[in-house]
């Protein structure tokens, strides 16, 4: 099993960047999509970004070209860089670990999530 705990969410202004980094401990040498999610009050949650093992990186299209996904392998930390930040990214971020699969758009898959983190707040205004 592994664990997840995320941390850097806060406040920020609509153009403004903030960095979110979720801490992986535990059976990191399994294969996983490393996936950010997200939920917006009153909103399901979605897929935001994601890595796979090879380190291909995939983005939902709200957020493409502002967010940039990471992750530095020696420390087990993925990163979300979040910047030209609009009112509509204010949401609560989540990190996932996603177990592997071949079928296409997987790192998206919330049901074959092996663990969630528990979340970091993120609030933007105008």
């Known amino acids: 099993q592994v664990q997840l705990v995320e941390s850097g969410g806060g406040s920020g202004q609509a153009g403004g960047s903030l960095r979110l980094s979720c801490a992986a401990s535990g059976h990191t040498n399994s294969r996983y999509c490393m996936t950010w999610f997200r939920q917006a009050p009153g909103k399901e949650r979605e897929g935001v970004a994601a890595i796979e093992p090879d380190g291909t990186t995939h983005y939902a299209d709200s957020v493409k070209g502002r967010f940039t996904i990471s992750q530095d392998n020696g420390k087990n930390t993925l990163y979300l860089q979040l910047n030209s930040l609009k009112p509509e990214d204010t949401a609560m971020y989540y990190c996932?670990?996603?177990?592997?699969?071949?079928?296409?758009?997987?790192?998206?898959?919330?049901?074959?999530?092996?663990?969630w983190g528990h979340g970091t707040l993120v609030t933007v205004s105008s």
């Open positions: 996932a670990a996603v177990s592997f699969s071949w079928v296409r758009g997987y790192c998206w898959d919330q049901m074959h999530t092996d663990a």
